[in-house]
Antibody, heavy 122, light 107 residues
Framework: QVQLQESGPGLVKPSQTLSLTCTVSGDSISSHFYYWSWIRQHPGQGLEWIGYIYHTGSTFYKPSLKSRVTMSLDTSKTQFSLTLSSVTAADTALYYC??????????????WGQGILVTVSS | EIVLTQSPGTLSLSPGERATLSCRASQRVNSNYLAWYQQKPGQAPSLLIYGASNRATGIPDRFSGSGSGTDFTLTISRLEPEDSAVYYCQHYGSSLTFGGGTKVEIK
């Protein structure tokens, strides 16, 4: 069974950089069927896709966040990471990592981490 | 960027009733890329429907999806207490997007 687990600091100061890691177990992170994704949920609100990274290292980010987002992949550790720079209180959210699967001709998120709450506050 | 608008915002129904949730796209979308998720309080979302009408593994047949073009529907034919949750539609495209969600409350 595939499992994803987010890790990282739960508190980040304004203007600093948020860094999270997602550890994947139960499957290969190198498969060409998967796009490794970050999604966040502001308190009491809906879901916001941040971006994803493919096994080749190619990335695709939400346009409004693109200037502040970087994603990377470590296949040896079966981990992928998110950094979000210059954070403000508006970046306070529950951050999920998730697997976006391509199963021709469909795309869908089939596995999610439990989520990690990140608060931006001094 | 495609915008997905879900309605109603909240649906309050009794067990055994039928729930009809709407997801409308701001432009025509590929139905193969339209999915629905269920999120219960304190939990991560979980996949219900992919390709607009295909149930994910282990999803009861009381859940069904339909639609094409700009209008999609998630139907829960006979509500059970455990169906109390927020339901999101999502589209994979040039910019992946989620709808705002519909909260289903069981009376």
């Amino acid at each position: 069974q595939v499992q994803l687990q987010e890790s990282g600091p739960g508190l980040v100061k304004p203007s600093q950089t948020l860094s999270l890691t997602c550890t994947v177990s139960g499957d290969s992170i190198s498969s060409h069927f998967y796009y490794w994704s970050w999604i966040r949920q502001h308190p009491g609100q809906g879901l916001e896709w941040i971006g994803y990274i493919y096994h080749t290292g190619s990335t695709f980010y939400k346009p409004s966040l693109k200037s502040r987002v970087t994603m990377s992949l470590d296949t040896s550790k079966t981990q992928f990471s998110l950094t979000l720079s210059s954070v403000t209180a508006a970046d306070t959210a529950l951050y999920y990592c998730a697997r976006l699967t391509y199963s021709s001709p469909y795309y869908y998120f089939d596995f999610w981490g439990q989520g990690i709450l990140v608060t931006v506050s001094s | 960027e495609i915008v997905l608008t879900q309605s109603p915002g909240t649906l309050s129904l009794s067990p055994g009733e039928r729930a009809t949730l709407s997801c409308r796209a701001s432009q025509r979308v590929n139905s193969n890329y339209l999915a629905w998720y269920q999120q219960k309080p304190g939990q991560a979302p979980s996949l219900l429907i992919y390709g607009a009408s295909n149930r994910a593994t282990g999803i009861p047949d009381r859940f069904s999806g339909s639609g094409s073009g700009t209008d999609f529907t998630l139907t829960i034919s006979r509500l059970e207490p455990e169906d109390s949750a927020v339901y999101y539609c999502q589209h994979y495209g040039s910019s992946l997007t989620f709808g705002g969600g519909t909260k289903v409350e069981i009376k």
